[in-house]
Structures are given as structure tokens and as C-alpha cells.
């Protein structure tokens, strides 16, 4: 045998070398035999250059059959047996054993795996995979098959033991999705399929975001939740936050802020996902290219960075504590969604850059800004090259560039002397159409037009960048504002305070212009991802205001505006529709129709709004004016009468149908604002409370309502008004409540003009202060008032002696219950149960009665991300509204009562829900 031949029987066990070292006849029958049993083995379907993947090590071993690997170091041409229990012994023999995760790959051993190769160059990241085994060959097990036909060359299938890493692709397709084990499995099948036919069985399960379409999200039933308290809709928008186009197939599909929530809606089948992650409000939001990828950020001390696939509605990644000096202030998303810009809020600025798509729980590179730039409120990426990026104030614009872990910056001086005229101040920047320059809007109208500074190195050099610019030019486009400046196919585009939208060409040549829609001050505009339709005998296009007259061919986009206003225009035929007008001031003042599904919100903008919360529509809308804040708002009885209460002390009962004023002129006799306002069962009385601790009535009288007087009866704030019924009559009753703690009652009956007599005050508390009162419902035998006061108590008085009658435990859940609702009973209610909603300073919470201090009775979670302000209930008790005060926002919850007792009755029964409220619970020293 020559020398560079390698001997067969050098590494094989001593048996096998005196096999071998026999007759060559014997050879042959033994070899022979061996195989005879190897095709005995293998199933009947086995194809000629089939691999087969073992996971029977014992009946190998009872059989005595060794893989080839093992035997002779070469592969038969026909067949490949590779033994998982042989390969698993080896592996265990070694020191370096680690924990095998295999989730979701139940048919892929470990040993498979190590058969199959890397997807053509491709690295894809598993969570939950951990280094594989190192065997006694080595740390790579190669199997080598040589063809003898066809030039078909050598495979390598390697066992590797480092874990491998994903990036996202450069351009993420429509169906690209983040990798998790089942789509990894399947890569796997795909690859080794180009190399040669095996029979690997794939996992039949797929991940939920690997597998949606666009039209995942809103499927019926998708992603059910059963908690005691649904998030089911959100009227309203965060008006500083942008609105985003994620048009598919152009579909009326948007998305934007709506408090703490970021709201996915769908204008053609009225229906929302809502995207729940956030405690405080949302600062700001960035898109992918092709719109799949949303991230979110809010600004507070614990804050949040999560991005979301917006076809199945999941969240892919959270990123936590960003900026923990004040949470994210600005943030933008490449155009292939692989890296992420965030700004903090802190008084030294931090900008950072994020892959989101690694396991690496730190930004890539950060860079703090001197406080001398001011707070930096946006921040873009170049769509061309993800290593630059800009970020800009109302006085400075900051250019930047990074590299691995090095983050540089640069900030250009311009003044109005350095072009001898008025620059205004920064609103947007945008990276030009013209390689290396930027566009920058300003408020006198002005884009200033920044350029690379040229260096001897990067004339001769071309692929050498500079993040430093300078001011290259001042051009002024109109006399009055420029909010946005965005770039959309061949056109440079910008909006301005007057709500007129304008299209310009690389030399910045206005081409066409929209200006009759009317519009308010414009804050955002987002084209949708999906090119325009080609020009032809169908499409009509208008025509660039040019010498050349070509067709004005432009996507279809959203803009927003300051006043909460989102319209929808069609590149082809110009058409606008109004897809949301909501409030854009603080919205205080809710409430719902007591035997229609209606809800009728007002706020301080002037806007009184009424909805069919059923159907999402509006019914109808009324506009007071500038100036003309709403605080409260309620209906009569009989649903037939609206009262809204201003902030200038006005009152005004209005039809509720057509918002229309019942009187000629509004109720003025109170300075300061209305805070609360409600009617008296039969309609007859309507009170209100202002802000100087006075109750005022006013009374119909024959047909046409009338004052009939004032009382000062507080020396404190009044937090509570309600109408009552006696009990043996049906006269109406009023009570008030104020921090005086006081519960006074007055006498209506025997009240004249200008005369509003009290009946009774008494004192209910001695030194917590009282928060809150309703109607105790009637499901005991004794009539009861409910209030809450800031020691985290809830009382029963009885509703004539005003005697405290019982003190339980109210919920604690951060701060105390700022205001309750009755939720209203039901044909199928048991005569014993009843539910109570309240909130607190941020959250809503439900609770079962009768009372018991239970705390497992109680649940609570966060409604809004400052804030809430007030609550609702309809007249079914399936639905509850929060409003959000300063967020603009009104949320609709959907009761869960079903699953509200299963949460309670985890909790225990008789006394075993109380001990935990014991220090050390039913084990303590104190219990014992």
C-alpha cells in the first residue's frame, strides 16, 4: 500500500481489523452480508441518493449496524445511513456538553442538524438555540461524497458550534419576517434540498408572524383577549405625533398615536388593531420602507422602544431603558428596517443607534450632544445609506455619520448674516434628491440647501464620506411657513401652516401645487408605499404647471394636520376624503345616551361630538368656537336632552339629536368654569357645580327651563353631584359632597326663585377626604350611598339617616378611586351581584359588589398614559369610556364579566383571600 494512502483499518476497533485482515473471498461475503442488512433496514420508499436521518439509535445497536461514517470514514454512492445514537454517544464522551434546545424541531436531532448546510451564504439567528455538541471527530463532522457522473463535485455538511447570528435582509420584502425556529427549520429543509434529495420532515407549525399577510391583523376573532377589561377602539390622536400611511393593495390604512396606544386603522372594513405595549404616552413613531415594521417609544423614566410587524400585529422586540434620563424624545427606522436612531430627553442629549434585529441588548454606537444644540426633536436616516443620518431643532442641524461603534457629528453654523437674509426657524429636514446634499424648511419660508464640505481627499476619492456640511444656498419658496419637507419618488415636497401641499423638481421647479382643501396647519405627510398606478386611458391625472405639461404621476398619501384632522388623497383625479376629525384639545366631558348606543364627547377646542359606538360613526357634531372650552356634558333621563357646561360658566340644554340650543340663549350666571352638571330622573331640575364651590338649579317650567337659584353650602371644592329619589315619593332629591367633607342635601320642594333652600348637612368623615359618591344599586334590602375617600377606604351610608353603615377596603392600586359608575343591570343579572367601574389617577379598574374588602375582587389597569380625567358607562353595562384630559383621547373598554369572577376565584374562598392583606399573610407572626 502506498504511503499516501490511508489504511482502513487504523482507527477501527480490533474486531473489525481481523474482519479484514482475512481471505479476500471472505471479505467480499462479509461486505456483502453487511449490506444485505443495511437495505433491510431502511424503508421500502428510500430512493437511490436519499439521505436517511435515524432517530432509532437502539435498534442500531441491537443489530449490531455501524454508520458508515463511523466504519470507513466514506460515503456508499447510493445510500447514506447516519446513526443518531453513535453520533450522540460520541458527543456525550467529550468535557464540552451543553444543554440542547430543540423547540419546535422535534424530527431535527442534533445530529441532523449538523448534516445540513448554511443557506447559501446566509446567516439566520435562532433565540432559542444553544452551541450544539462537540463529538470526538472534531468540532466539524464532514461527510464527503464524491460522484463519479456528472462533475457534480463535493458537498461539506458541518457541525458548527458557534451560534448563528441573523441581520435583516438589505430590503425586506412583503412576505420577510423575523426568523424564529420553525422558519429556520424550514430553511434548513430548503437548503439541503439544492444540494441533494433528503427526507427531512419539517414542522407543520410556523410562526404567527412568519406566516401573516396583510390582512392578518383585522381577521375576525384574531388574537381574542379575555381579560376583565377589553381595549376594543380609541377616538382620538395624538396631534404631535406623525400619521403614517401603511397602504396595501390602497387600502385607507393608517396608522398613528392615540395616547399611550398606537392605533392601526382600516378606513375600508372600520376596524382597528390597536398596538398595547406602552405605560406613558407615545412620544414619537417610525416605519419601515415597505411599512411592515412599526417601532414605538414613549417618554418616561422606565421607557419603551417596541417594534411590531404590522401584518400580524405582533411585537418582534422590545428595547428597554433606552434613555432613562426622560425616555425618547425623536427616532426614525432605516428603509430596510435593519437599524434604529433614537434622541433621549435628557438635559444632555444621547443619540444612539440600535441593530434591533441582534441578541445585543446595547446600541451599536451613542453620542451625547452638547446642551448648547437644544432638545433635538427629529432625526432621519439617508434612504441611501444607513451610516448617515441628520437631526435637527427649531435652531440647529445636526449631521452625522457611524461605523462600528463610532458615532461622529457635526453642526454647521448659519445665521441670517451668512446669505445677508432671514432664515426663520428649523421645522424639517430631508435628505435632497441630489446625492450628498440635505434640505432644511424653515418658518420664513425658506429651504436652506446644505453641501458636503470638499476636502482634497474626498475630490479624488469618491468613496470617502464627510458628515460635514455647510450652508450652500437659501432659497425662499413662499412668505409664510414651511411644517414638513419629505421626499416622494422624483419629487421634493412641502406643507405648510396654510394647509397647501407643493411639489417641486430636483432643481427645486414647482411642478404642481394643491391648495382647495381646506385644510389646517399641516404636521405630517405620509405616501404610501405603493408605486402609482401607470398613466393610460383610465387614470386622470392633472398636469405639471410647467412648459413640458407631462402627466403629474404622484402616489397616493395622508396628511395630518394641527387640528386633529387626517384626510386620504388619490394621486389619480385628486380626490380628498376626510378620514378622521377629531378633537385637538383636552377632552373632559363624556357621556353616553342612557338607552342608545351613543356617546357624546366634548373638549376644549369647542368640538361636541356624538357617536354610534356600535357602528364607529358619527351622528353628529357641533363646533362652539374658539375660545368656547367644554368641561361637562350629560344627558337627561329619557335621553332626549344634552346640558354642556363651559369653562366660561355657561350652560347650554341642547336637543340631542341635532345639538341644537332648547333655549335662546345659554345660563350665565356662574364666573368661573362648570365642573359638573347632571338632570334629575324626570327631567324636571338640572344642576351644576362651578369651580367656587357653588351649587346652582334651574327648573322647566312650563315647557321652557327657568333659574331657580344658588347655594354656596362648601367651603371646599364640591367633588360629587347627584338627583336621587325619595323613597316613599317620587320627588326628586339633590346631594352634594365636597372635600369639606360635608354630604349636604337640599330641599327642592320647598325652594323658590333665587332661593335654593338646604335640608340637611352632615359631616362623614373626620379626617380622609372624601373623593367620590354614587347610588348604592339595590341589591340588599337597605339603600345605601357608596363614596371613596383618600385613605384608600369605601363607605356605605344609608341613604336617609346618612349613618356610615359600612367601611371596607377600596382598591389599591397606586393612588385612590377618584370617581365610581354604576354599571347598570341586566336581565340576566343575579339580584345579589353588581359591579361597580372607577378609576383613579391612571387607570380603570371594575369591582364586584357587595362590598367585602375582598382585594381579589378588584382589578385595575393602566387607560391612559398621563392621565384620566373622567369615566362612562353605557346603558347595557358592556362598555366603559375613559376620557384622557391632556392626550385628546377617549378609550372604549369592553366588559368581561365571565372572566372577571374566574380572576376572583383564583383568589380563594371564605377567608382565605384576607390573610394575604396581613403582614407575612396566614404564616406570620402577626396571624399566629
Not at 435515524?54 to 454508520?67: A, L
Not at 396628511?559 to 388619490?570: Q, Y
Amino acid at each position: 500500500m502506498a504511503e499516501s494512502e490511508q489504511d482502513p483499518t487504523e482507527d477501527a476497533p480490533i474486531g473489525d481489523a481481523e474482519v479484514l485482515s482475512e481471505d479476500p473471498q471472505e471479505l467480499l461475503k462479509n461486505v456483502e452480508e453487511h449490506f444485505d442488512q443495511e437495505e433491510e433496514m431502511q424503508p421500502e420508499s428510500s430512493a437511490p441518493g436519499e439521505i436517511q436521518l435515524s432517530s432509532e439509535p437502539e435498534n442500531d445497536t441491537e443489530k449490531g449496524i455501524t454508520s458508515a461514517p463511523q466504519d470507513t470514514g466514506q460515503l456508499t454512492p447510493d445510500n447514506v445511513i447516519v446513526n443518531e445514537g453513535t453520533v450522540n454517544q460520541a458527543s456525550y464522551s467529550t468535557e464540552l456538553q451543553d444543554e440542547v434546545v430543540s423547540e419546535g424541531l422535534e424530527s431535527i436531532s442534533t445530529a441532523e442538524q449538523s448534516l445540513l448546510p448554511p443557506a447559501d451564504g446566509e446567516t439566520h439567528s435562532v433565540e432559542n438555540e444553544e452551541n450544539m455538541h462537540v463529538n470526538d471527530f472534531g468540532e466539524q463532522l464532514k461527510v464527503e461524497e464524491q460522484f463519479d457522473q456528472g462533475g457534480l463535485g463535493t458537498f461539506s455538511l458541518e457541525t458548527r458550534e458557534q451560534e448563528r447570528q441573523v441581520s435583516a435582509p438589505a430590503r425586506l420584502g412583503p412576505d420577510d419576517a423575523i426568523y424564529d425556529d420553525c422558519t429556520l427549520s424550514q430553511d434548513l429543509c430548503s437548503c439541503a434540498s439544492l444540494v441533494a434529495p433528503m427526507v427531512i420532515e419539517c414542522p407543520s407549525e410556523t410562526s404567527l408572524v412568519h406566516s401573516a399577510v396583510c390582512d392578518t391583523v383585522f381577521e375576525e376573532n384574531t388574537y381574542m383577549k379575555q381579560n376583565s377589561l377589553n381595549l376594543v377602539w380609541s377616538f382620538g390622536i395624538n396631534p404631535d405625533t406623525p400619521v403614517y400611511a401603511l397602504h396595501i393593495d390602497n387600502r385607507r390604512l393608517i396608522l398613528y398615536a392615540s395616547s399611550h396606544t398606537a392605533v392601526m386603522n382600516n378606513f375600508s372594513i372600520t376596524r382597528q388593531h390597536l398596538l398595547q405595549g406602552h405605560c406613558s404616552p407615545l412620544s414619537c413613531i417610525a416605519v419601515s420602507g415597505n411599512r411592515r415594521w412599526v417601532a414605538t417609544a414613549d417618554q418616561s423614566p422606565e421607557s419603551l422602544v417596541i417594534i411590531w410587524d404590522t401584518f400580524s400585529g405582533i411585537p418582534v422586540q422590545t428595547l428597554f431603558d433606552c434613555h432613562p434620563e426622560g425616555g425618547v424624545g425623536a427616532m426614525a427606522m432605516t428603509e430596510d428596517a435593519k437599524y434604529l436612531a433614537t434622541v433621549g430627553t435628557g438635559t444632555v442629549q444621547r443619540v444612539s443607534i440600535w441593530e434591533w434585529t441582534s441578541q445585543n441588548k446595547g446600541p451599536l454606537c451613542s453620542v451625547d450632544l452638547s446642551p448648547a444644540f437644544g432638545p433635538q426633536t427629529f432625526i432621519l436616516f439617508n434612504p441611501e445609506d444607513n451610516t448617515e443620518l441628520l437631526s435637527n431643532n427649531k435652531t440647529e442641524v445636526v449631521f452625522y455619520t457611524w461605523k462600528e461603534d463610532l458615532l461622529e457629528f457635526a453642526a454647521p453654523i448659519l445665521t441670517d448674516d451668512t446669505f445677508n437674509k432671514i432664515v426663520g426657524l428649523y421645522s424639517q429636514s430631508v435628505f435632497h434628491l441630489t446625492p450628498s446634499q440635505v434640505l432644511t424648511a424653515t418658518s420664513a419660508g425658506n429651504l436652506v440647501i446644505w453641501d458636503t464640505v470638499r476636502t482634497p481627499q474626498i475630490q479624488f476619492d469618491d468613496k470617502v464620506k464627510s458628515y460635514k456640511k455647510r450652508a450652500l444656498k437659501l432659497v425662499n419658496l413662499q412668505n409664510y411657513s414651511i411644517t414638513v419637507v419629505t421626499v416622494s419618488d422624483r419629487y421634493v415636497v412641502t406643507c405648510d401652516v396654510k394647509g397647501y401641499i407643493k411639489f417641486y423638481d430636483e432643481q427645486l421647479c414647482l411642478l404642481n401645487w394643491y391648495s382647495n382643501f381646506n385644510l389646517g396647519p399641516i404636521n405630517s405627510i405620509s405616501f404610501s408605499s405603493q408605486p402609482a398606478p401607470i398613466p393610460n386611458e383610465k387614470t386622470s391625472y392633472p398636469s405639471e404647471s410647467n412648459i413640458n405639461a407631462q402627466q403629474f404621476v404622484v402616489r397616493n398619501f395622508i396628511v395630518a394636520t394641527d387640528d386633529a384632522t387626517v384626510a386620504h388623497v388619490t394621486g389619480d383625479g385628486c380626490k380628498l376624503q376626510i378620514l378622521l376629525q377629531e378633537h385637538s384639545a383636552a377632552i373632559h366631558a363624556i357621556a353616553c345616551h342612557p338607552a342608545q348606543p351613543l356617546i357624546c364627547m366634548g373638549s376644549y377646542s369647542g368640538l361636541l361630538k356624538v357617536w354610534n359606538y356600535e357602528k364607529k360613526k358619527p351622528i353628529c357634531s357641533r363646533l362652539f368656537g374658539t375660545g368656547n372650552y367644554i368641561q361637562c356634558v350629560t344627558y337627561d333621563k329619557a335621553g332626549s336632552l344634552l346640558g354642556v357646561g363651559l369653562t366660561d360658566g355657561s350652560v347650554h340644554i341642547l336637543d340631542a339629536l341635532s345639538l341644537n340650543d332648547e333655549c335662546p340663549e345659554p345660563f350665565q350666571y356662574a364666573k368661573d368654569a362648570i365642573t359638573q352638571i347632571t338632570f334629575s330622573h324626570e327631567s324636571r331640575y338640572l344642576a351644576t357645580v362651578d369651580s367656587k364651590t357653588t351649587v346652582t338649579v334651574f327648573q322647566l317650567w312650563h315647557k321652557s327651563w327657568v333659574y331657580l337659584g344658588r347655594q354656596n353650602a362648601h367651603f371646599k371644592p364640591i367633588q360629587s353631584l347627584m338627583f336621587g329619589i325619595y323613597l316613599d315619593s317620587n320627588q326628586s332629591r339633590l346631594l352634594s359632597l365636597g372635600e369639606d367633607r360635608f354630604l349636604v342635601e337640599y330641599d327642592l320642594a320647598n325652594s323658590t326663585k333665587d332661593d335654593l333652600r338646604i335640608l340637611s348637612s352632615d359631616r362623614i368623615e373626620q379626617s380622609a377626604i372624601p373623593m367620590c359618591m354614587a347610588w348604592y344599586p339595590p341589591i340588599t334590602k337597605e339603600s345605601f350611598i357608596i363614596t371613596a375617600n383618600n385613605q384608600y377606604k369605601l363607605k356605605l351610608y344609608n341613604a336617609t339617616t346618612k349613618m356610615c353603615r359600612k367601611t371596607v377596603l377600596s382598591p389599591t392600586y397606586g393612588s385612590p378611586v377618584r370617581k365610581i359608575e354604576i354599571l347598570p343591570f341586566s336581565s340576566n343579572s343575579e339580584p345579589d351581584v353588581g359591579y361597580l367601574s372607577y378609576i383613579t389617577d391612571d387607570k380603570v379598574g371594575l369591582q364586584t359588589l357587595p362590598l367585602d374588602g375582598n382585594p381579589h375582587r378588584s382589578c385595575a389597569l393602566i387607560c391612559h398614559g398621563k392621565a384620566v380625567s373622567n369615566i362612562a358607562c353605557s346603558y347595557d353595562g358592556c362598555y366603559i369610556f375613559t376620557a384622557g384630559g391632556d392626550d385628546c383621547t377617549v378609550h372604549m373598554w369592553k366588559v368581561d364579566l365571565t372572566a372577571h369572577e374566574a380572576v376572583s376565584a383564583l383568589g380563594g374562598e371564605a377567608l382565605i383571600p384576607f390573610y394575604g392583606l396581613l403582614e407575612g399573610g396566614r404564616d406570620g407572626e402577626l396571624f399566629r
